[in-house]
């Protein structure tokens, strides 16, 4: 059964700083890795889309890793904004099931102080 | 010009009611999902519908009903409301079925508080 553990569970950084988020999945047997953005009372924002052939993808501040074998991934953004602030969600898409449904983390929450 | 909208975004009801909420999007997808967030933020798939057909139905009691009359929409009807149906819930879609990875745009939530 897939699970899919992202930590930390919280952060809290001054603007200006580069940050890492990360991920972790049990089952490296996925279809790909999404990552998306939620702000307080919104839905979620789809920031990007990993394939499981590909091992990084960038938007713009963002920067997304993908190690299969190692069942991790990570987001990186540079130079912090307090736009920024939100919770960050991993979700995979996992082969095993044969049904493609996404497995979510719990998320991180990420402050940006001005 | 909303991609994803539900309504009602607030639905606040008795024990034992039943309720729906609608969901609509108007990017000609193909593919659209319900999602339940609880109260410790974890957003879990409940069903998964594809050109009107239920394709991903996981483990939610029956009261849970989902009815898709056009490919546009994808309602949710609850039956028989229970206290640990509270939560956000989450209409989502994609343009085609994931088999290769689809990025999905989700609407604004319902929050549904069951007293």
């Known amino acids: 059964k897939q699970e899919v553990t992202q930590i930390p569970a919280a952060l809290s950084v001054p603007e200006g700083e580069n940050l890492v988020l990360n991920c972790s999945f049990t089952?490296?047997?996925?279809?790909?890795l999404q990552w998306f953005r939620q702000d307080p009372g919104k839905g979620l924002t789809s920031l990007l889309l990993?394939?499981?052939?590909?091992r990084e993808q960038t938007s713009g501040r963002l920067n997304a890793s993908l190690d299969k074998s190692s069942g991790r991934s990570t987001l990186y953004i540079a130079a912090s904004q307090p736009g920024d602030s939100a919770t960050y969600l991993c979700?995979?898409?996992?082969?095993?099931?044969?049904?493609?449904?996404?497995?979510f983390g719990t998320g991180t929450r990420l402050k940006v102080l001005a | 010009d909303t991609a994803v909208s539900q309504t009602p975004k607030y639905l606040v009801t008795q024990m034992g009611n039943d309720k729906s909420i609608k969901c609509e999007q108007n990017?000609?997808?193909?593919?659209m999902y319900w999602y339940k967030q609880d109260s410790k933020k974890f957003l879990k798939i409940m069903f998964s519908?594809?050109?009107?057909?239920?394709?991903i139905n996981e483990t939610v009691p029956n009261r849970f009903s989902p009815k898709s009359p056009d490919k546009a929409h994808l309602n949710l009807h609850i039956n028989s409301l229970e206290l640990g149906d509270s939560a956000v819930y989450f209409c989502?879609?994609?343009?085609?079925?994931?088999?290769?990875?689809?990025?999905?745009?989700f609407g604004p939530g319902t929050r549904l508080l069951v007293l």
């Open positions: 979700a995979v898409q996992g082969r095993g099931s044969g049904t493609y449904k996404y497995i």
């Open positions: 990993i394939q499981s052939s590909q």
């Open positions: 990017l000609g997808h193909d593919t």
């Open positions: 519908y594809n050109n009107k057909e239920l394709i």
């Open positions: 089952d490296s047997a996925i279809y790909n």
């Open positions: 989502a879609s994609s343009q085609r079925w994931p088999e290769d990875g689809e990025t999905q745009y």
